[in-house]
Every structure is written in C-alpha cells, then in structure tokens.
C-alpha cells in the first residue's frame, strides 16, 4: 500500500507567482512527497504526491487561475487498473 495515494498535477498561472514560497507553503502545510513546484513569475508547474488532492487545488487556486489538473489514484494504477 502506498504512503500517498494521488499524484496530484496541475498548472498555475497567475502574477508575482513565487516559487519558493510555494515550495515553503507546501512543506509546512501538507503530507505527502515528490514535490515539484517549479516555474515563473507567471507560471508554475505543480507535481505532487498525497491523500488530499483538493486541499492541493483549494490552495493553489488562491494564487491564480488553475489548469491542465491531473489527479491520478496510483493505488489503482499498482493493481493494474485504469487510474
């Protein structure tokens, strides 16, 4: 069984986006791993492995307009199945 269920995926785009505040912001505030938030001023690339994939989407929508979200349930995907 795995630690983190949902590979969560998506992309923001906003202003004044700030990279490592937002790595900062989800090290202190959510369990999971494999993060991967890396991009601009304008747009930021969100990798992310955990069992709370909304709280993910609730936050980064405060900081602009979200898109090309991927939510992927690797339990499933281990046993074979459609994820």
Request: proline residues 1%; contains cysteine.
């Amino acid at each position: 069984m795995l630690e983190y269920r949902y590979d969560t995926q998506l992309l923001i785009e906003g202003t004044d986006l700030n990279e490592d505040a937002i790595n900062e912001y989800f090290n202190t505030n959510f369990k999971g791993d494999c993060l991967l938030a890396v991009g601009d001023e304008e747009l930021i690339k969100i990798h992310f492995h955990t069992n709370e994939p909304w709280e993910v989407l609730k936050y980064c929508s405060t900081l602009g307009e979200i898109y090309d979200i991927v939510i992927e349930d690797m339990e499933r995907q281990a046993k074979g199945l459609q994820g």
